[in-house]
């Protein structure tokens, strides 16, 4: 079951998910979206995180458009570019957390 109560800031401190990650998301601000998906992500590492599950621990079950998630995950890629951490699709199952380094190496 999914922890709704991730009180993340803009330095990614995530009391609710240890250990304390080695990112900082650059230029990520105030963006409390895209640290909530790194942090559901992050727990979730090399595991599957649904549509569905991403949608209702990001936004807490609030309405949101059919085209956020995919955007959240766009400008989420972009804050992990030059870390070890990548954010694949998975066509209609939806994204994973992968260390980026590992297939660069095969």
Same mark, same amino acid.
């Given at each position: 079951?999914?922890?709704?109560?991730?009180?993340?800031?803009?330095? %990614? +401190?995530?009391e609710y998910?240890?250990?304390? +990650?080695? $990112?900082? /998301?650059? !230029? $990520? !601000? #105030?963006d409390?979206?895209? =640290? #909530?998906?790194f942090c559901? /992500?992050?727990?979730?590492?090399?595991n =599957?995180?649904?549509s569905?599950?991403l949608e209702?621990?990001?936004? *807490? #079950?609030?309405? +949101?458009?059919?085209?956020?998630?995919p955007?959240?995950?766009?400008?989420? &890629? &972009?804050?992990?570019?030059g870390?070890?951490?990548g954010?694949?699709? =998975? #066509?209609?199952?939806?994204?994973? %957390? =992968?260390?980026?380094? *590992?297939?660069?190496?095969?």
């Open positions: 079951m999914l922890n709704n109560k991730c009180k993340a800031e803009h330095c %990614l +401190v995530c998910y240890k250990p304390i +990650v080695d $990112v900082k /998301l650059v !230029g $990520v !601000g #105030r409390f979206y895209s =640290i #909530r998906a559901i /992500l992050f727990k979730n590492k090399n =599957i995180c649904s569905n599950e209702s621990f990001i936004w *807490e #079950r609030k309405h +949101v458009g059919f085209n956020s998630l955007v959240l995950m766009f400008k989420l &890629r &972009r804050y992990l570019m870390t070890k951490y954010v694949i699709s =998975i #066509r209609l199952k939806g994204y994973m %957390l =992968i260390d980026a380094q *590992e297939g660069e190496d095969a």
